[in-house]
Each structure stands twice: as structure tokens, then as C-alpha cells.
DNA sequence: TCTGGGGTCCTAGGACCC
DNA sequence: TCTGGGGTCCTAGGACCC
């Protein structure tokens, strides 16, 4: 494939709280943060609560005042939700470009063999679409680059009144360099938490100097990743559309409702987060060679010595047996887990994933009965829970009260994906 | 009281080999 | 007396992303 001439972001708007309102219509006007896992931390804000002065990512009960006081609603995220609407949202994507990056649950990537001149045409045609379609506002930015086009679709939020599309692609360079002199070194696509302070300190405060910064300073200082991105910066194209790639490593890990002290829970929770990571590794037909498992102490917590530890053990064989890889994980606990401490979080990752198609072929015959017995079971497992619900056959040792699972104390329903939790609307 | 979860990529440093 | 150095592979951990 050539180097596309067109990259262009989309992103959706504030999209959890844009999923949310999609369902209720007396959210819309109001400040609405919906919160992360543990209704810990916010991870989506309306413009009005970021107007509020709300942070992203900060812990909620540091805002609990701000909340009562400008009567600010909040959601537990509700994650079925938001998958099924980002798969509508991207499949009108697809429909307008044959190159389509998915790169997170609310943002992807487009590339256009062509450079249009009207192509800010193009991107209200596309966000106009996908509102009517699926109720969800989208933001678009075109560019040559990925790294303009994230920058691109950063200035179309900021202003509104270009309905939700901002291009680079014909902005002539005095144009683009007058662009990034307006973009804080910190708020390009790469440099992050480290990285933005230190080149501050070098006296590169946006993106129009790191653009023009001194070679031996991009050598000496940033990462090749980092000498990339400067790169395209200047215009080239370093970083293609990603093809959609099985995962290298899944991982299933939560925080708990409450402490855990007791060596049994712990088990039960690494058996839950085994059996939802398994049925991923399943869910892209992989098997997994490796498990880590690890466990914690809450590191904010000054009541409670700390501790933290992980294990990674090979499985005997690679597999995709909920079973098996509960085995593996297990003993990897019994060589971390120390008594005496007040557990706030755990977590199995899967890791040295291979195709099972590749595996099989390798194999010489040795195991390979169990194997097939394995997979045919655990087809088996999975369809059950995909026809009568999650749920329904699980490995025992998962335990069934759960009194440890996640707090989600403001859900709002499964509108789309559950049959029980459908919208009702009355007809009259 | 209460601070998320799931990824990727890169680098440094140790082990090992010749 | 004087005890190498370069390559590769692996892993742990950090930085970054949404």
C-alpha cells in the first residue's frame, strides 16, 4: 500500500457521557461525569462539568463537594453500553473510508488515497451522519500525519463554530507553524507526563519548537518513538494505519469493593479475572504460554503497610482452558501471596499469545487428544454463557456471593445489549 | 471511607556465548 | 604483574496512550 495522502481523527465527543444522554434525555444541559471502574475515578465529562473544573482521571470523592453543590450527576461506567454504540459509531466510519485505524473505544483513524480541496466538506457530511445515525457527536481533524491529524482534531473541539472539522491539509506551512505555536508541548500526541515538564525545562514550550528543536537534543532525549514524532511533526509520515493485530498480552485485573485479607478471596478473584481473560484469549483464538499474576496493597493508603509482588509462570502446554490457566495461576498466588496484609487489588495477565492454528500444527501428536477436549469444552462453556448470559457455567472456584467485586453504585441499564434491560418507549 | 483498566513500545541491564 | 569485548536474547520496569 502507498503512503496515504489523507490521515484523518475522528473522536466522540465526551463519549460516555454522550452514551449516557443518548438514553436519558434529562441529562442533556446538565454537568455529568460518569466514573471509572469502583466509581473511583471520572473518566468522561460534560463540557459544563469541565467548566465546573472538574479534572479527568481524578479521584471522585475529591470533587464530592463541587458535585453537591452544582448538583452535578454521575453514572457508573456501563461499559456493554458503551462497546456496542463505539461499533455502530464505527461502522459508518468504515463506510466512508476503506482505511479505518480503530484506535480506542471512542477515537479512529481514517486514510484517503487523495487530497481533496474539499475535504472539510467531506468531515461535516461524516460527523453530521454519525450524529443522526447513532445520537453521538463526533470531532474530525484531517492532516498528512497522524500526529497533525490528532492535533487538527483537537482544535476542532476547541472551536466549535467550524462544526466539529478542523483541516491541515492545505494550511500552508506559516499556517500550520502558527497552529502549533498555539499547542503546549504536553499536549502532543506521545509527550506525556515525563517528558512534557523536561522539554519545558529545555525551553521547548509547544509544539512549534519541539518541531524545530536541536537534533542532538531529539537524539539524546527522546525515544525513537520521540524522534518520530518530531518528524511528523515537520510533515513526513512515520506512523501507518495499524491493521487490526491480534493482542500480545490480555489482562483481566480489578480493585476490590473492600479489602481482602483472606487468602481464599484473593483465589476467587483470580479465578473470576482468569475466566474473563481466558474467554478474550479464546475470543481471538490464541492460546497463552504465560500467566502473571499479581496482587496489591492500596499504595494511597497510609493506615496499611504496603506490599506488592507479582509471579509469572509457563503454563506445561499453551492452552485456552479456563481450567488449566487457573491451575498456572494459582500457584503463581501461592508464591506471591503473603498473610497479614489488607489487599485492595489483583490481576492475571496472559502473556506469549500464539494462534492456536500455528500451535496445532506444530504439535506432534503429543497432548493433542487433551487439547481438543479442552477447546471443544470450552466452546462449549462459552456458548452457553453467550446464549443464556454471562454467567451461567463458571469454574467454581470463582465463588458465588463475590463479596469483594467492584462497587457500581449509579449504573445506568443495558439499553442496547441486554434483553431484560431494553428501552421502552410508549406509542400512544 | 472513597484514587480505573487494558494496552503498546522502548530501554537498560543481566546472562550467556564465543 | 597483566584477566576482553562484542553480540544476542530475555526480562523488568518505565513512559505513554485512551
Known sequence: MST????????????FVSCERLFQPELRGKPVVVLSNNDGCIVSRSGEAKKLGIPMGGAFYKVRDIVARHGVCWRSSNFSLYGDLSQRVMRILQSFARDVEVYSVDEAFLAFPFVREDIEDVGR???????????IPVSIGFAPNKTLAKIATDRAKKHPAAGGVCSLVHASEEQRNAVLAEVPVGDVWGIGRRMGPFLMQQGIQTAYDLKHAPEWLVRKHLTVQGARLVRELRGDVCFPLARTVPKKTI??????????????????????????????????????????????????????????????VAVPVPTASTPRLLTSALAALDTIFAPGFHYQKAGVIFSGLLPMHVWQRTLWGEGEAEQEQDDALMRALDSMNKKWGDGTVFVARQGVQQPWSMRQDHKSRRYTTSWQELLHVKIS
Not at 496515504?4 to 463519549?15: K, W
Not at 457530511?125 to 445520537?135: A, D, F, H, I, K
Open 4 to 15: 496515504p495522502d489523507t490521515f484523518a481523527l475522528v473522536d466522540c465527543n465526551n463519549f
Open 125 to 135: 457530511l461524516l460527523t453530521r451522519q454519525v450524529e443522526m445515525w447513532t445520537g
Open 251 to 312: 489482562a483481566s485485573t480489578r480493585s476490590f469493593r473492600r479489602y481482602i485479607t483472606d487468602k481464599r478471596e484473593l483465589a476467587e478473584a483470580i479465578a473470576t479475572y482468569v475466566g474473563r481473560a481466558a474467554r478474550r484469549l479464546r475470543g481471538q483464538s490464541s492460546y497463552a504460554s504465560l500467566v502473571t499474576v499479581y496482587i496489591r496493597t492500596n499504595p494511597f493508603s497510609t493506615r496499611y503497610p504496603q506490599y506488592h509482588k507479582s509471579a509469572t
